[in-house]
């Protein structure tokens, strides 16, 4: 599991961020996180899998094995796969619908709109970049004002190019950004009096 971000990558993303907001009055704000959910439902399936795996061994060995160390060694079979799966992404993947995925990214991807404030700006021109890396989905969330203000063809091409992604990463995002300035500087310029309501700075959750 990721623990940490590449700083140059931070780096990469808050320029371009800084510079998108220089050209227009929109408010973005990136947050990308390790992944979008517990996924213990995973790591259990995991953990059963390979106990169930060694109770055959256990079960068709031809050496005799007592009744007692056979509890014992699927009990420890057990405990391992869950260690084991806590630590993949891959199998978490595996053991997992994309639908799932899916659905845990759009969750949280909206509670992360209303957490960081970005549903109560002035001018409703907040916009959330998310991303979150177990999944590799990318998650646009755009206020109201955003929405009004873009042509939904164009809005519409750019977005969902970044997250039909099924392998999205933090260049990804660094392409999304890129590729929506000039349409929020054409749609929603920047005027003199214009104040940051946000940090530029993306933020990462390891957890």
Known sequence: MT???DPAVVSS????VRELEQQSCAEVVVEVRARSGS??????RFAAILAFAGLLVLLFS????????VAV?????????????????????LLTTEADRAARVRTVATSVFFERGIGNLEKETGVLLYLSLLEKRIEVVPDHGVLKA???LQWNGIVNGATASR??????????????????A????????????LPDAPRFIAE
């Open 73 to 93: 060694d699927v009990a420890v079979l057990y405990a391992i796969g869950v260690a084991v799966g806590r630590r993949s992404d891959r199998l978490r993947r």
């Open 13 to 16: 993303l808050g320029d371009a």
């Open 3 to 5: 623990k940490q971000l």
């Open 39 to 44: 996924y213990a439902h995973a790591d259990a």
């Open 167 to 184: 392998t999205a990463t933090v260049d990804t995002l660094l392409v999304l950004i890129r590729a929506l300035a000039p349409l929020l």
């Open 62 to 69: 031809p050496w005799p094995v007592k009744a007692f160390w």
């Open 150 to 152: 873009v042509p939904h």
């Open 186 to 197: 054409q749609c929603l310029p920047g005027r003199a009096g214009d104040r940051e309501e």
